[in-house]
């Protein structure tokens, strides 16, 4: 320990004697591992990390699969008979993503809501960070109308006051009791602020058509001891006996199973690879170059080396040093990469917050400052390596004799060095030219229409306010704004608002019809 200590610090005397050369190594190093940890952290979080519930290796997915598609919603009697047939499943419940409008509390918004089983919220085992969950009783036809608020919507909407539990709110026209907030980062499915029972629309007759696929998933916990393999076989045997049973609304139809975690990642699992392999890439074009430094540097030290040598210090003890030295210079660059790092990951959330999965869990934890210490020795010892051995090769008489023999030997090592940095740099470069200009080129794709100055949106009707086809078609049509004197003279053949009757707040004469049309026409 000792000879150690006594290594560094004299290692860390000779890199502040060449303060440019270490100045260049320290940056190259931190850049490179700085990259490297942010984009390991995006993995480690997304890919690597359980989902944030108790035993989540043993959370499934599930959706029904056809000849042509392995991936199709399942019909509500199909689940019927999963959970009931099933020997598998601790907890089993379907889920699909719909929206409500939720009214008067303010302005009225659009909230994208959760039609959900019970038994989701017990096989994932959650429970509300304040008040309860709805129960089996409260999930089937007639059951109590309520609701289960995200604590962003609680937070954003009810000014987090606990007072608004067991009170009413509207959703699309009808009344529903608010019974429970989820805790802060509880999101199932993705992008979702309220959760309603599913199953109190099991009852009406669309749903209960076997061949209805109302756009609903799966979400099951397998029972302890019991593998993927195991599941998968039992839900195909259920599954190919409901087809022989109904072959007229599941022929050729299976069930899928998958891990939960899968279902999270799979869009993005092979781009972060990719993409951390890209910047493993870029640190090893960075190893190369600082070992391309350090190769020049330890020809600058032969004769320091020699005298070593002379005086008694051996091939390894000599090794030992410059080892030192390049371990020291990888500790000190990981350490600003860190700091890099941690810039780098606000910047990825930034420009992409709901691209990215789980984004919320992105932090430089634990398994980031392992990584990041582990990279930064590996990568020391990496770049050092080739430097040490050849500085371990010394002839003494004729390197104090400053002859510089073996310098042929160190330019071949050299010269393979710059081969392997041009080969790395030049892959890199062919394939971010390829990116661009694919990019550029899905830029350019022509839609056939166009779409300058132009937005997109989708009104949905409340159906308790508009049942019937004509009333929705009057509200399209904007008969419900346009005032009568305007549709009995059918001046208005586009719908528009009628501002004199919006004005006014009654029909007006048919020569104020004339001007209302004819302003119309020029909005």
């Known amino acids: 320990m000792t000879t150690l200590w006594q290594d560094v610090r004299y290692g860390i005397r000779m890199l502040l004697k060449n303060p440019g050369i270490t100045f260049i190594v320290i940056l190259a190093l931190a850049l490179g591992i700085g990259a490297n940890t942010a984009i390991f952290s995006v993995v480690n979080a997304v890919l690597l990390r359980p989902l944030p519930f108790a035993e989540a290796d043993q959370l499934v997915f599930l959706n029904e699969t056809s000849k042509a598609m392995d991936e199709i919603s399942v019909s509500y009697p ?12 601790e907890k089993i419940g379907v889920y699909n993503r719909g929206s409500y409008n939720l009214t008067g509390a303010g302005e009225a918004e659009r909230i994208i809501t959760a039609q959900m089983s019970a038994d989701i919220f017990a096989a994932l085992r959650v429970n509300a960070g304040w008040g309860r ?12 109308p309520v609701v289960v608020l995200s604590y962003p919507l609680w937070q954003r909407r009810f000014g987090g006051q606990t007072s608004i539990l067991n009170q009413p709110i509207s959703l699309n026209g009808k009344n529903y009791t608010v019974i429970g907030i989820m805790p802060e980062g509880f999101q199932i499915p993705t992008r979702v602020e309220m959760w309603v029972p599913v199953g109190q629309l099991s009852g009406q007759s669309n749903w209960q058509q076997r061949g209805n696929h109302p756009g609903l998933y799966g979400v099951a916990r397998l029972k302890p001891g019991v593998s993927l393999a195991a599941a998968r076989a039992e839900m195909d045997m259920i599954g190919a006996n409901l087809e022989k049973q109904y072959n007229d609304s599941n022929a050729g139809n299976g069930v899928g199973v998958r891990p939960l975690l899968e279902i999270y990642v799979s869009d993005i699992r092979r781009p972060l690879w990719v993409l951390f392999a890209a910047v493993g890439f870029v640190l090893l074009i960075a190893c190369a170059n600082i070992a391309n430094l350090l190769l020049a540097r330890a020809s600058a030290r032969q004769k320091e080396m020699a005298i070593r040598a002379a005086m008694g210090a051996g091939r390894w003890r000599i090794a030992r040093q410059l080892l030192t030295e390049s371990v020291v210079l990888g500790l000190i660059g990981g350490s600003l990469g860190l ?18 999965p789980r984004s919320k869990e992105i932090a430089l934890d634990w398994r980031v400052m392992v990584f ?53 740099t030049l892959v890199l470069l062919i394939g971010a030219g390829l990116m661009i ?67 006014a707040g009654k029909p007006h004469s048919l020569l104020m019809a004339v001007r209302c049309r004819l302003e119309i026409k020029f909005l």
């Open 133 to 144: 969950l709805y129960t089996n009783d409260e999930d089937k036809p007639g059951g109590d």
């Open 372 to 424: 990041t210490i582990g990279v930064s020795f590996v990568t020391g010892l990496l770049f050092g390596l080739v430097p040490a051995l050849q500085a371990g090769v010394v002839d003494v008489h004729e390197t104090l004799k400053e002859t510089g023999r073996g310098t042929s030997r160190r330019h071949w090592l050299r010269s393979s060095l710059v081969v392997v940095e041009v080969g790395t």
């Open 437 to 503: 200009r694919s990019f550029y080129r899905l830029q350019k794709v022509n839609p056939g229409f166009s779409y300058e100055h132009l937005t997109s949106f989708s009104v949905s009707l409340p159906e308790k306010k508009y049942k019937t086809n004509i009333q929705q078609e009057g509200f399209y049509n904007g008969y419900s704004k346009t005032c009568a004197a305007c549709r009995e003279s059918k001046l208005l053949l586009q719908p528009r608002v009628c501002r004199w009757a919006t004005m």
């Open 339 to 356: 700091l890099l790092a941690r810039w780098g990951v606000a910047l990825i959330l930034y420009i992409s917050p709901d691209a990215i």
């Open 78 to 89: 199909n689940f019927t008979d999963w959970r009931n047939q099933n020997k598998v499943f």
